[in-house]
């Protein structure tokens, strides 16, 4: 058994390696016009034509094998499960780099980032620049089109591991949408699995050395070295408005493997916690000390590990995604 183990988690890092390095196989077959180019992504619906019965959208992130269309499946299939298939819209945004470019034989046209910056905000290489919090802004913009969505009450930002990262990053840095209040559209994260959090001050979980660990505050990780994305606001604005936001924070109970081949080991992500659960939990405890009166929710998945689609179609899932 072990072995079978070792054997299976020896194939995980190989494909997580060759993604990286090599490119992604699957490209999702849809665009979103962007200023900066192209974004690729993948639809349970075609939104260029008005949907009438749509009442829900859900924007999944992928985590960093940008395998976009898995993800978009498990959004349908978890929206299904739910009876909220015909009603949800699911939006697989795909955050590609230069390697996916280059062996898809991608057009100029399709915009792209430098490996896995993309998961901290930074912007696009080319053929334009755009935050990749920016492009998730632009998809929350054409969701507000009366017009096309005329129904539409709640639009949901999900994302698992590395795509847990994103929201979580998303919804501390993220601009405001008046649009959305105008059209009383409600606004939610879910946040599930991520390897790390950024935190709004040097106070860890862990006992470290700083002389070690100099970058432990930097952003991703900290409020140091905020992304262009952020413009002039301030550590102390980003909090404000991030704890005012509708945050859940959705974790499985099975992802304590302080070895796991995905999980961040870098030193600035060890001072959060050994393992996923536990940086949730810590992170979640860090907030309600600061803010005693917070909103967010945790919600634990039992029997579920770092595994985004048992995470997402569990009953626990559907109902933080699909709450009514």
């Known amino acids: ?187 939610r994260y879910v946040v599930a699995n991520p390897s790390s959090y950024a935190y709004f001050s040097p106070q860890r979980p862990v006992t470290f050395d700083i002389a070690n660990c100099p970058g432990f505050n930097d952003w991703k990780y900290g409020m140091q070295n905020l992304p262009d994305y952020v413009g002039g606001r301030g550590a102390q604005q980003l909090e404000q408005d991030y704890v005012s936001r509708d945050i859940t924070y959705l974790l499985g109970q099975q992802d304590t493997d302080p070895n796991h081949p995905a999980l961040d080991k870098s030193c600035e992500a060890e001072t959060q916690g050994a393992y996923r659960l536990m940086r949730g939990h810590n992170y979640f405890d860090y907030l309600k000390q600061r803010h005693p009166q917070l909103g967010h929710r945790l919600v634990e998945v039992p029997g579920v590990g770092h595994d985004g689609d048992k995470m997402f179609t569990s009953p626990e899932g559907e109902k933080v995604l699909f709450a009514q």
């Not at 959208?57 to 349908?76: E, K």
């Not at 996916?100 to 998961?119: A, C, F, P, Q, S």
């Not at 009366?146 to 990262?165: D, M, N, R, T, Y």
């Open 1 to 187: 058994m072990i072995k079978r183990w070792g054997l299976l988690l020896g194939v995980l890092v190989s494909c997580c390696t060759f993604a990286a390095e090599h490119g992604v196989k699957v490209v999702s077959p849809d665009r979103f016009h962007l200023e900066a180019g192209d974004l690729s992504l993948g639809l349970s619906q075609d939104w260029r034509e008005p949907l009438p019965k749509v009442t829900r959208a859900l924007i999944i992130v992928h985590g960093r094998l940008r395998n976009a269309q898995t993800y978009l499946q498990s959004g349908i299939d978890a929206a299904e499960h739910a009876g909220v298939g015909g009603t949800t819209l699911v939006i697989a945004p795909q955050f590609l780099n230069q390697a996916d470019v280059k062996r898809n034989h991608l057009g100029h046209e399709v915009v792209r980032w430098t490996g896995n910056d993309w998961m901290a905000g930074e912007a696009s290489t080319g053929p334009g620049q755009i935050s990749s919090y920016g492009a998730l802004d632009q998809i929350i913009k054409h969701l507000g089109n009366h017009k096309l969505f005329p129904a539409l009450k709640e639009i949901v930002v999900a994302g698992h591991s590395g795509g847990g990262q994103v929201v979580q990053r998303f919804a501390l840095t993220g601009h405001d949408h008046p649009l959305l209040n105008s059209e009383g559209i409600r606004l």
